[in-house]
């Protein structure tokens, strides 16, 4: 995983509470390499079975079949820490497992030798599954449980009174043991919110709610956006803020990215509280609605800026969407510390009235609209003139139809040159010892692309200014 230097630690627990409220990031001091109390974390429970968003907390808890377990001894472990379901005294708990490299590297000599020396005279043909090849029972199962056996300890007793599993070809031993793990030792992989996850998370569980956008297919719109460090990002989302919040995580705190919107109501872009942005990064992710940013409102900002009694709008009176309920996440009332919360940046606050003059005399240096529900050519009519000359842009849409009438249009306009529709195409691959194929069942779809260059239509200037003159 790809995870940012990390900084200085000294910073103690009441500051980083403090300093890590809902919404506004943690405090510059914090080592972002590991997880501290309030941050948004993504648990990966048995190798991807289940994906959960918590928020780290004293109180926070997550339930792991029957089992109830606090995610207090998450906090300062490193991101991609792996963690086992334990019982104690005072009930289950999370213990954190570290694996050697040496251990590791042990192990995986030894399955490929046994692979390629026992393959050769096994097979499962004579194995007949009718249940009567264990020969523990659930009863004595619970009696190691009562007597505190751990969970690895079970799939031992199991493999061991299994009559057929020394039958069984290596890979079949293999998968056996993966899906006793899974019912009786649940590993906890504790994995950072990025771009990546959170975009695999919403494609896995709720691809509805992000459109059906694959990370391929984002990181495809990034790219020909030309989002980086310094750009000035237009972005009309509709995917709940998973665009806004990768490109805030690429722009970082050199930039800004604003998200506009039609109406007096903002889009959602709850996801963004997600990233843990910290509070520079979080101030650059603004909100403007479009009759401010357009060309025909330009009398209304100036005389907004000229009148003394202007006031900013407060952005905790930004109405913000309830929290999905099918998506899981954990998310305690008593996650963060409310001291000051008032003081901290909220990402998606109402852009000020300077910063949006300025885009309006310089133009964005980039577009994305990523609105599947919504009539795209009108979107583009309206946005892509406030693009900059010469910047790029990136549509996209569930359907090819929409882009290629979209496209025809602005053809015919002459607004745009070198436009594009691409369809992404990815293909997910097993890496296994003797056993690397494509995946069984992937998903073929991953959306369209309508990508191009804003230009200056020179033809309509001077059909524009001919006709004033006469």
């Not at 805030?248 to 509280?273: H, L, M, Q, W």
């Not at 309920?325 to 998310?331: A, R």
Request: charged content about 20%.
């Amino acid at each position: 995983m790809e995870n940012p230097p990390p900084a200085s630690a000294s910073t103690t627990a009441t500051s980083i509470a403090a300093g890590a409220g809902e919404g506004g990031g943690p405090p510059s001091e914090v080592n972002r390499a590991t997880a501290w109390e309030g941050c948004s974390v993504l648990l990966d429970i048995n190798d991807g079975d289940r994906l959960v968003f918590a928020r780290l907390s004293p109180s926070s808890s997550i339930k792991i079949g029957n089992k109830k377990c606090f995610l207090k001894p998450l906090v300062g472990c490193p991101f991609g820490s792996l963690f086992s379901v334990e019982t104690g005294s005072k009930g289950p708990y999370l213990a954190r497992t570290v694996i050697s490299s040496q251990e590791k590297c042990l192990e995986d000599n030894n399955g490929k030798d046994e692979m390629q020396s026992n393959d050769e005279i096994r097979d499962n043909r004579a194995l007949i599954d009718n249940n009567t090849a264990q020969n523990l029972s659930s009863e004595d199962i619970e009696t190691m449980r009562s007597q505190g056996a751990s969970g690895e300890e079970i799939v031992k007793a199991l493999i061991t009174n299994s009559s057929t599993f020394e039958k069984k070809t290596a890979f079949s031993q293999e998968k056996y043991k993966l899906k006793k793990q899974k019912k009786y030792a649940p590993k906890v992989l504790l994995r950072r919110p990025s771009m990546r996850s959170i975009c695999e998370t919403y494609f896995k569980k709720h691809p509805q709610r992000t459109g059906f956008m694959r990370v391929d297919t984002l990181s495809l719109i990034l790219c020909m956006a030309n989002v980086g460090p310094h750009s000035d990002a237009l972005i009309f989302d509709k995917v709940g803020g998973l665009v806004v919040g990768s490109a805030a995580e690429r722009i970082g705190s050199t930039g800004y990215v604003c998200s506009t919107y039609f109406g007096s109501v903002p889009n959602n872009i709850d996801i963004v509280r997600m990233f843990n942005f910290t509070n520079d990064v979080s101030t650059r992710i603004l909100q403007a609605p479009f009759n401010e940013l357009s060309v025909s409102e330009k009398s209304e900002i100036e005389t907004a800026l000229s009148d003394p009694n202007n006031t900013e709008p407060d952005p905790l009176d930004i109405p913000q969407s309830a929290q999905d309920d099918d998506l899981e996440c954990v998310n305690n009332n008593d996650d963060v510390a409310l001291t000051g919360q008032s003081q901290k940046p909220i990402p998606g606050r109402q852009a000020s009235t300077e910063i949006i003059k300025s885009w309006r005399e310089n133009g964005f240096t980039s577009l994305i609209i990523a609105a599947p529900e919504m009539d795209v050519e009108s979107l583009v009519m309206d946005l892509l003139p406030l693009l900059a000359y010469s910047a790029p842009f990136v549509i996209y849409h569930q359907y090819l139809q929409p882009l290629a009438t979209c496209m025809r249009k602005l053809q015919a306009t002459k607004m745009a040159i070198g436009m594009q529709i691409s369809e992404p195409w990815l293909r997910e691959y097993q890496v296994l010892p003797s056993r690397t194929h494509p995946h069984m069942q992937m998903n073929a779809f991953g959306g369209y692309l309508l990508n191009g260059t804003r230009i200056c239509n020179t033809e309509a200037s001077n059909n524009s200014n001919g006709d004033k003159m006469t």
